[in-house]
């Protein structure tokens, strides 16, 4: 049955197969035995999605009571604690996403080349700069002011997130797709 192949690999998945079968069914104590079996793997509490498919990125707060998930239209902020969606900011073809240290922002990287900067968990979104090509990686630094980016366009930046102030290394070839900072 679609239950049992859905047991071993998503038992959460197992479960919502289970919501399906009819109360009348032809075997209820069968159907009873595959719902313990997939609780006891470990169902997930809650099942995430953007409304335009599968995640693209996900970011957790440092405190961990929220977590951002982005779509390509859109970026979904949820409040663990009362598991609830706190905001949408709506940002097209998201491809960076990341909390700043301190957890005061939101930074967004699109595949246009712009960031964005939201306060969570409902804050006003604002446009940082346009940086050229795709972002890939946004870096923020530990005091939470500025942050590197890398992009398809193989330049490194450094942005101040406050005024957008710039400064881009391009002394190297091809594309530059993560970074590390120590």
Known sequence: SQVSAALDRDPTAAVAWLRQYPRDGADPAAAWNLLVEAESLGVAR????????????????????????????????????????????????????????????L???????????????????????????????????????????TSTDAALRRVELATGATRVWTDHAGVILDAAIS
């Open 46 to 105: 809650r099942s995430l999605f953007v409304a335009d498919g599968f995640p693209n990125d996900l970011a957790v707060s440092p405190s961990g009571s929220l977590v951002a998930m982005s779509g390509d239209l859109r970026t979904l902020v949820w409040d663990v604690a009362r598991e609830a969606m706190v905001s949408a900011p709506a940002v097209a073809g998201l491809t960076a996403l990341t909390f700043t240290p301190d957890g005061r922002a």
């Open 107 to 149: 930074l967004l990287g699109t595949a246009g080349g712009g960031l964005y900067c939201a306060a969570p968990p409902d804050g006003p979104l604002r446009a940082v700069l346009h940086a050229g090509r795709s972002l890939q990686r946004i870096l923020p630094l530990p005091d939470g002011r500025a942050a590197y980016l």
